[in-house]
């Protein structure tokens, strides 16, 4: 197998010389450049495209996600950061992982694995409007429709589940884990046993609760790790 051929995008020289001496450890990895803010990757990527860009988010100039929306040509990304709040956004710019400072090397390992063979193309999603399967339910003699792309979050209270979308909430007699079976595990997010949300309407998050449209959910305690896992890209 050829090697992934890596940019580093840090502007703090320590950060760049740990992610140097991670690559040179890594067999299939070869270090290609290092640049300290966008304009510098920029030029360089115009000249010698790569396969990883190892990708800081607080840099001079030009923030690492704005950067990122510049580029003609996206490689693989893997986020090296110390703010943990961006992470959410990361899933919009289909990013490989999201590695906090300070990185050790196991962490850094697992990362890299995850990249995909030199030469794919990362996935993208289509400028085109996707055609959605929309659920339908019955209540109270109503046949009522509802296009997942509407709703923000799902709540439970007994045996009735509260669609929030937008301005406007609709009641539907049915389980919320027949909600969740019909939804995408990619675009939805089970954080309690009474709440479903949609994970692109997410405005904040801790470690014990999200924030939706300025309302506040609760993350479940028995659902905490594997939410946190998955908000942090890991």
């Given at each position: 197998?050829?090697?992934?051929?890596?940019?580093?995008?840090?502007d703090?020289?320590?950060?760049?010389?740990?992610l140097?001496?991670?690559?040179?450890?890594?067999?299939f990895l070869?270090?290609?450049g290092?640049?300290?803010?966008?304009?510098?990757a920029s030029?360089?990527?115009?000249?010698q495209?790569?396969?990883?860009?190892?990708?800081?988010?607080?840099?001079?100039k030009?923030?690492?996600?704005?950067?990122?929306?510049?580029?003609?040509?996206?490689p693989?990304?893997i986020?090296?950061t110390?703010?943990?709040?961006?992470?959410?956004?990361?899933?919009?710019?289909?990013?490989?992982?999201y590695?906090l400072?300070?990185?050790?090397?196991?962490?850094?390992?697992k990362?890299?694995?995850?990249?995909?063979?030199?030469?794919?193309?990362?996935?993208?999603?289509?400028?085109q409007?996707?055609?959605?399967?929309p659920?339908?339910?019955?209540?109270?003699?109503?046949?009522?429709?509802?296009r997942?792309?509407?709703?923000d979050?799902?709540?439970?209270?007994?045996?009735?589940?509260?669609?929030?979308?937008?301005?406007?909430?609709?009641?539907?007699?049915?389980?919320?884990?027949?909600?969740?079976?019909?939804?995408s595990?990619?675009?939805?997010?089970?954080?309690h046993?009474?709440?479903?949300?949609?994970?692109?309407?997410?405005?904040a998050?801790s470690?014990?609760?999200v924030?939706?449209?300025?309302?506040s959910l609760?993350?479940g305690?028995?659902?905490?790790?594997?939410?946190?896992?998955?908000?942090?890209?890991?």
């Amino acid at each position: 197998m050829n090697p992934y051929s890596c940019l580093i995008l840090e502007d703090e020289p320590i950060a760049a010389e740990i992610l140097t001496d991670y690559i040179d450890q890594i067999p299939f990895l070869t270090l290609a450049g290092t640049c300290r803010h966008a304009m510098e990757a920029s030029g360089f990527l115009r000249k010698q495209p790569v396969d990883v860009l190892f990708l800081d988010l607080h840099l001079p100039k030009m923030k690492g996600f704005d950067f990122l929306k510049t580029l003609p040509r996206t490689p693989q990304v893997i986020v090296t950061t110390a703010y943990h709040e961006y992470a959410l956004e990361g899933y919009e710019h289909h990013v490989v992982d999201y590695l906090l400072k300070p990185i050790d090397f196991d962490r850094f390992v697992k990362a890299v694995h995850k990249l995909k063979a030199p030469g794919v193309e990362p996935a993208r999603t289509s400028r085109q409007p996707a055609v959605e399967e929309p659920l339908s339910f019955t209540y109270q003699k109503r046949n009522i429709r509802l296009r997942p792309s509407e709703i923000d979050w799902v709540e439970s209270q007994r045996d009735y589940c509260f669609f929030h979308l937008g301005d406007r909430t609709v009641k539907v007699k049915v389980p919320l884990q027949d909600v969740a079976a019909q939804l995408s595990d990619q675009t939805f997010l089970r954080i309690h046993r009474s709440f479903l949300i949609r994970l692109d309407r997410l405005d904040a998050w801790s470690a014990t609760e999200v924030e939706i449209n300025g309302e506040s959910l609760p993350i479940g305690s028995t659902y905490r790790q594997q939410v946190l896992s998955r908000l942090k890209g890991t």
